[in-house]
């Protein structure tokens, strides 16, 4: 009886393991049925898409722009490192995205990876900057250097960027069409000094939304 038992038990028991264990095993982008939630790198392409900007694009422009930028004779060979100051992105395109995440990661990467050749300034954080000179002109708050004579630096360039877009839909589906441009600007005189552009078409049976 107690060998009949045992088997009676693992008949029972090792379906069930087995078919828990090939259920975990089938998890991942290409099979997401019954997954929760699937972690993955940023510039990998999942399987909840659209025709639109993806995170696998934001990377892929964000690092093409960084490699074009430290190839220009005014950062390459520059005997000091040039000061730039983000200005705004201009969204055209319909995807009501987070626009200036292409610039945010640029500067992170540029600031880590490109060896002191640029230096940014942070023009967002305007506010904080000016209390905290004032607190040390004032004698509130102590100074490593004289606070008389702290003052902000100027930019030498504006990096900035426009995405522009292209959408056409019908009963056969949607397809989009989007430009990144991004563009380093002399301060002083105005100038473009550098431009790169990035360009993407998607077609897809169902649209997304973004948000």
Known sequence: MKAFGWKRFLSLVLPAALLLTAGCASSGVKNPSGVGVTEMNADEKGFVTGTGIESQ????????MCRGLLGIDRIA???????IALDPVINETRFPINKDIFLTRMMAQLTAKSGGKVVFLARERMEALK??????????VTASSDPNVQEFKGADYFLT??????STRTSRGTSD???????L????TSEIVWAGEHEIKRQGLEDAVYR
Do not use: C, H, S, W
């Open 57 to 64: 694009d934001i990377v892929t422009v964000a690092d093409q």
């Open 77 to 83: 060979n520059a005997t000091t490192p040039p000061r």
């Open 131 to 140: 209390k905290e000179r004032d607190l040390k002109r004032a004698g509130e």
């Open 161 to 166: 960027g426009k995405l522009q877009g292209l």
């Open 177 to 183: 069409y989007v430009l990144y441009t991004f563009e």
């Open 185 to 188: 600007i002399d301060a002083r």
